[in-house]
Nanobody, 123 residues
Framework: QVQLAESGGDSVQSGGSLRLSCVVI????????MGWFRQAPGKEREGIAG???????RYADSVKGRFTISRDNPKNTLYLQMDALKPEDTSVYYC?????????????????WGQGTQVTVSS
């Protein structure tokens, strides 16, 4: 059984920064592709960043140049550094893990999910 736990969500001013963390418990973290998703009220879950087991990254256009995904395999931890935050970044942020991810922005590609952490950006 794989468990994911996000942390780091907070309320910040527009232009500020946050770093989200996702600890993975119960399996070989280094073998998983990992993703960050977000979901605002009334909207579909949106894939924003992905990193595979080799460290290759992909970003959605909405966050490219502002967000950075990274992983620390010895610590079983995934990160999302978020800079230049905007009010439209306000969402619940989720991390996800999958063994055979081809398209990192599709939720169905992932097998395990965290509970989410709230990020609120005020103008």
């Amino acid at each position: 059984q794989v468990q994911l736990a996000e942390s780091g969500g907070d309320s910040v001013q527009s232009g500020g920064s946050l770093r989200l963390s996702c600890v993975v418990i119960g399996s070989s973290f280094s073998r998983y592709s990992m993703g960050w998703f977000r979901q605002a009220p009334g909207k579909e879950r949106e894939g924003i960043a992905g990193i595979d087991s080799d460290g290759r990254t992909r970003y959605a256009d909405s966050v490219k140049g502002r967000f950075t995904i990274s992983r620390d395999n010895p610590k079983n931890t995934l990160y999302l550094q978020m800079d230049a935050l905007k009010p439209e970044d306000t969402s619940v942020y989720y991390c996800a893990a999958g063994r055979w991810v081809v398209e990192p922005f599709l939720p169905n590609e992932y097998n395990y999910w965290g509970q989410g952490t709230q990020v609120t950006v005020s103008s």
